[in-house]
């Protein structure tokens, strides 16, 4: 299976701040995405990070509030911009397609507790 | 739009007792299912993923069926620890290659010593 870094693993941060979280896969993977799991609920996806070009966000989710990069197929950034306490959450990195693997089988980083106050 | 519920959404027994977890899901025409726990704060840990093609798939103690046409599946742990104690989550994704899943809303399970 693919090991997935991120970081940081939790932070505190004040309103309207921003806050860059990094995901690194030891492997090369097609695809990479970026979760939001608010307290106490599953899952929500919020964009798939493609290589070279810009993200494909699902919907409720914009480019200006959660700008992401992805330059190369083992590295990826979520950046959460102009916070509020509402983004408080554990976002989550995860990629498919690795070499060895099924493709749709998904694995997931440990997760960046983000409070905001 | 698929919709992916799981029951119940809590569960204690104690140490020693053989489980099932509930998975279903709304629209049938899926092309895997995946089973992840996840621990207080953390990220998620595979566990077990079925294709479509399949019924079940075994690891060690934990055996995931899958009935694609009544939409649901189980994951049934035997001879629980207090080690399983987590939130299980299940997925499922609609297409082959590479495509984006829907999570279910989780069980949280807590085995007393």
């Known amino acids: 299976s693919a090991v997935i870094s991120q970081k940081p693993s939790r932070d505190i941060c004040q309103r309207g701040t921003s806050l860059t979280i990094q995901c690194q896969v030891d492997?090369?993977?097609?695809?990479m995405f970026w979760y939001r799991q608010q307290p106490g609920q599953s899952l929500t996806l919020i964009a798939t990070a493609n290589q070279g070009s810009e993200a494909t966000y699902e919907s409720g989710f914009v480019i200006d509030k959660f700008p992401i990069s992805r330059p190369n197929l083992t590295f990826s950034t979520l950046t959460v911009s102009n916070m509020s306490p509402e983004d408080s959450s554990i976002y989550l990195c995860s990629s498919q397609g690795v070499s060895g693997r099924r493709d749709n089988e998904q694995f997931f980083g440990p997760g960046t507790r983000l409070t905001v106050l | 739009k698929q919709e992916v519920t799981q029951i119940p959404a809590a569960l204690s027994v104690p140490e020693g007792e053989n489980l099932v977890l509930n998975c279903s899901f709304t629209?049938?025409?899926?092309?895997?299912l995946q089973w992840f726990r996840q621990d207080p704060g953390k990220g998620l840990t595979s566990l077990l993923l079925?294709?479509?093609?399949?019924r079940e798939q075994t690891s060690g103690r934990l055996n995931a069926s899958l009935d694609k046409s009544s939409g649901r599946s189980t994951l049934y742990i035997a001879a629980s620890q207090p080690g399983d104690s987590a939130t299980y989550l299940c997925a499922v994704s609609k297409a082959g290659g590479y495509q984006k899943v829907t999570f279910g809303t989780g069980t949280k399970l807590q085995v007393i010593p």
């Open positions: 079925i294709q479509s093609s399949q």
């Open positions: 629209d049938s025409a899926i092309y895997n």
């Open positions: 492997s090369q993977v097609t695809m």
